[in-house]
């Protein structure tokens, strides 16, 4: 048996690698970004309203926000629905982001943000703002593919099929 050698994963532990020496020698600095970024005095205010903003359009474009003269209670729960989305979205990514500022100041730089939580409640807090994240950060994502991009649906061209010979040989 043969062995080649796989590009993409020798890239992504060289990757990985590179990722961990960067960090332990420039940490003061990566600390410092991030430290800087979370400091920034309209954070708040330029996420919340770049997801709405994201949002509203993404549900503009796929019409998803719709009323009409005569609706059935079933009929307006959707709207409803979608309006509670577009502002619960950007509530749940600021304070996400707001959790992940306080963690991040009182783990590294003693500024306690959760004056009666320690130990392991930071860590059950930390837990829940990186699933916050995550999921806030991923909804974001796919309104921003699916507003900014079109989805090409190519034409499928059907396989021409043989007619059986109707003439005997």
């Not at 950007?90 to 100041?105: D, I, N, W």
């Not at 730089?109 to 939580?117: Q, V």
């Not at 703002?129 to 950060?137: A, F, G, Q, R, V």
């Not at 190519?154 to 099929?161: D, E, N, Q, R």
């Amino acid at each position: 048996m043969k062995r080649k050698i796989d590009w993409k994963y020798s890239f992504l532990v060289l990757a990985l690698v590179v990722g961990f020496i960067f960090s332990k020698e420039y940490d003061q600095e990566i600390l410092g970004y991030i430290k800087s970024f979370f400091e920034h005095p309209s954070l708040i205010l330029y996420i919340g309203a770049g997801t709405i903003i994201i949002g509203l359009a993404h549900k503009i474009k796929y019409r998803k926000i719709v009323f009409k003269s005569t609706m059935t209670f079933n009929d307006f729960n959707a709207p409803i629905t979608e309006i509670f989305a577009l502002i619960l979205y950007p509530l749940t990514l600021v304070g996400s982001l707001t959790f992940a500022k306080g963690l991040f100041f009182q783990c590294i730089y003693g500024i306690t943000y959760f004056p009666l939580f320690s130990g392991i409640d930071l860590w059950f807090i930390g837990g829940i703002t990186s699933y916050l994240l995550y999921m806030s950060i991923m909804e974001l994502y796919k309104n921003i593919v699916e507003t900014f991009t079109k989805l090409i649906v190519k034409p499928v061209t059907p396989i021409p099929t043989q007619k059986p010979n109707d003439t005997p040989n």
